[in-house]
């Protein structure tokens, strides 16, 4: 677990992260990039992902791809329920 192997970049996570320390931080490696919980820092498992699996990661998330919808909405008439057709 932990780092498992070297990292090109310092170990980064987006700069709107809340100071609770709930988010992922990613690092680039020379194989590709890792991703780990910042909670647990060096203790943490590292996901590894190529270039190319990244790549489109990235993109989905970009397009909205990634946007979870709640399972349970106390609010049925929201814009977002007709979004599930």
Not at 24 to 40: F, H, L, N, T, Y
Request: charged share 25%.
């Amino acid at each position: 677990m932990g780092e498992r192997g070297p990292v090109v970049t310092p170990w980064r996570k987006a700069k709107e992260s809340n100071s609770t320390g709930n988010c992922v931080e990613w690092a680039i490696a020379p194989d590709g990039v890792k991703v780990r919980d910042s909670k647990q820092g060096k203790h943490s498992p590292v996901l590894m992902f190529t270039f190319s699996e990244w790549t489109v990661f990235v993109r989905a998330v970009k397009a909205g791809e990634a946007d979870l919808i709640p399972s349970y909405d106390p609010n049925p008439e929201e814009e977002w329920v007709s979004l599930l057709g």
